[in-house]
């Protein structure tokens, strides 16, 4: 079947602009993650949904970032005024529920801030 | 804190020779560990996890409790397995703590 897919691939936008990054979980996984892969940070977990809830939050650097999910399904990333330090890959993965099952990751989408 | 230390960058190997590639954890708790590759141009995917105690690839990793560590090793390194490779401890509510991952370069 189909695996977790993530739109853009690539983004480039200028300093100060909002960008909407889109994942596309597999079917039937209730849980669902982003995690931000940027240079001499590793990987980052940014916030994760269970259902429409997302009881995490705890990862998102600042309130410039927002995420939201409906009908259990698609998930957005919301970054408002982007800065040059936003730039990364975003990673978003998806779980049958959020334990400890599996996590499959998108292809990510990288975000280049200039 | 919980917390994934991988202290090298990077591993340069030849073909045919034994790797290891150290994960070391912090966690107050009974952890659970896994080992995540993502090959050139491939999405992150789930190599192994210590609760399976599985060989995949030929690849191995123990938990060890007292010295905190879950390294992964193969005895014989295959060019195949040139990648980057993450430590992760699975955290309550589902997220995972990743080390900051190990380039495993084998060369020919």
């Known amino acids: 079947g189909a695996g977790v897919s993530q739109s853009p691939s690539n983004k480039v936008t200028e300093k100060g602009k909002d960008v909407e990054l889109r994942c596309d979980p597999i079917?039937?996984?209730?849980?669902l993650y982003w995690y931000r892969q940027s240079l001499g940070q590793g990987l980052e977990f940014l916030i994760y949904f269970q259902g429409n809830s997302a009881p995490d939050k705890s990862g998102l650097p600042s309130d410039r970032f927002s995420a939201e999910r409906t009908g259990g399904s698609v998930s957005t990333l919301t970054i408002q005024r982007t800065q040059q330090e936003d730039s990364a890959v975003y990673l978003c993965a998806s779980s049958l529920a959020a334990s400890r099952y599996e996590q499959y990751f998108g292809p990510g989408t990288r975000l280049t801030v200039t | 804190a919980q917390r994934v230390t991988q202290p090298e960058k990077l591993l340069s190997v030849f073909k045919g020779a034994p790797v290891e590639l150290k994960c070391n954890y912090s966690y107050s708790g009974s952890p659970e560990l896994f080992w995540y590759v993502q090959y050139s141009r491939q999405r992150l995917q789930l190599l192994l996890r210590?609760?399976s105690r599985e060989s995949i690839k030929g690849f191995t990793a123990d938990l060890n409790k007292g010295e905190t560590s879950f390294h992964l090793k193969k005895p014989f390194a295959q060019e195949e397995d040139s990648a980057m490779y993450y430590c992760?401890?699975?955290?309550?509510?589902?997220?995972?703590?990743f080390g900051q991952g190990t380039e495993l370069s084998v060369k020919p």
């Open positions: 992760a401890l699975y955290n309550q509510g589902g997220k995972l703590i």
């Open positions: 210590h609760i």
């Open positions: 079917s039937g996984h209730t849980a």
